[in-house]
């Protein structure tokens, strides 16, 4: 049994608290660390059944029988709680983005190498059901060579404007996730980049600096092309679609619904909505993300999401946003 510590008891921190409880047996959440729990949050944490609930997470990171630590805090004290966690002997599973600073990035790399420590990121997408089978079919050559993948991403409403304040902008908060499903599904990686943008949705977005409506596109070093699409808001719910197309066929994956019931009157044929958010449409998918983190811990395994595969989707995201601003195809090896 892998006893493990959380860091951060907001929305993310919940869905791994829950996901952990029910559906991995073979790990113990023996501690949680918020610096913002007030009596309700306490309350929760103690209806999950766990003991310890602290409100400095120094704590977990002091605590010998605690081997790894989930870093499920806010985006800017990732890095710093990572390189302690480190230093502190603990295996890691970080939410993405890591930092939004590449310099910060690398410190943690460099820290969890000397520490020798598992590093695992939390792009949950890649253990979906749906992705994991257009991967798979990929990689058992049923498509061919890969030429076109298409990635449809878009959310059913936009976030509050103080979140995008401190988001660091659509690519670097809603995109890094197609921006990982293109490097995944593709098998390749991304050499230049191509965005553009508009504020169609909530012109609050575009006051604060950022953008709700997204193309890009990018030229892989296989040759291949990728295409993605994003909104902040899709009025009939979570529309999450992927494509590759390439030279013997094509593999498409659908939105996940209640049903697949299709109703066909004569006043038309009508099927369900998608899902409605990313807790409904991927909760599965963070359990299944923390049982390959345990196994790796468990069984002195590489882990499937490893701090290459975080900095990379990072480094897209900050050619994006240059695309975006310049106006122009950027590559990747602009961005240092």
């Known amino acids: 049994m892998i006893k493990l510590g959380i860091i951060g008891a907001g929305r993310i921190g919940r869905v791994h608290t829950e996901s952990i409880s029910n559906y991995v047996p ?3 959440i023996k501690a949680i660390a918020d610096p913002f729990f007030a009596e309700k949050g306490k309350k929760w944490a103690a209806e999950m059944g766990i003991e310890n609930i602290y409100l400095d997470y120094h704590k977990i990171l002091n605590d010998s029988e605690i081997e790894a630590v989930l870093i499920c805090s806010s985006t800017d004290t990732h890095a710093q709680i990572s390189i302690e966690a480190a230093k502190a002997g603990k295996n890691i599973f970080c939410e993405k983005p890591i930092d939004h600073d590449l310099s910060k990035i690398k410190e943690v790399l ?21 992705f994991k089978a257009v991967k798979e079919a990929v990689l058992a050559g049923k498509i061919g060579d890969p030429h076109i993948i298409n990635i449809t991403s878009r959310d059913p409403e936009a976030p509050p404007v103080e979140y995008v304040k401190v988001s660091g902008g659509i690519f670097l908060d809603m995109t890094i996730h197609d921006f990982d499903m293109v490097r995944y599904l593709s098998g390749s990686e991304v050499e230049e980049v191509y965005a553009a943008g508009a504020v169609l949705v909530d012109p609050a977005i575009g006051k604060v600096g950022d953008i709700d409506t997204a193309i890009i596109t990018m030229k892989l070093k296989n040759g291949a092309l990728a295409v993605i699409d994003n909104s902040r808001e899709a009025a009939y719910g979570y529309d999450q679609r992927a494509e590759v197309f390439g030279s013997k066929g094509a593999v498409r994956v659908e939105n996940d619904s209640q049903s697949t019931a299709v109703l066909s009157t004569a006043d038309g ?8 958010f990313f807790l409904e449409r991927y909760l599965q998918s963070f359990a299944d993300e923390i049982k390959e983190f345990v196994l790796a811990v468990e069984k002195d395994l590489a882990v499937p999401v490893n701090g290459e595969d975080g900095l990379k989707p990072v480094l897209i995201g900050l050619a994006a946003a240059k695309s975006l601003k310049e106006n122009r195809p950027v590559k990747l090896s602009e961005i240092k």
């Open 110 to 130: 460099a820290a969890v190498k000397k520490a020798g420590v598992k590093f695992q990121v939390g792009f949950n997408r890649r253990f979906d059901h749906n």
């Open 26 to 28: 073979n790990a113990e």
């Open 269 to 276: 044929v009508a099927a369900e909505k998608p899902l409605y």
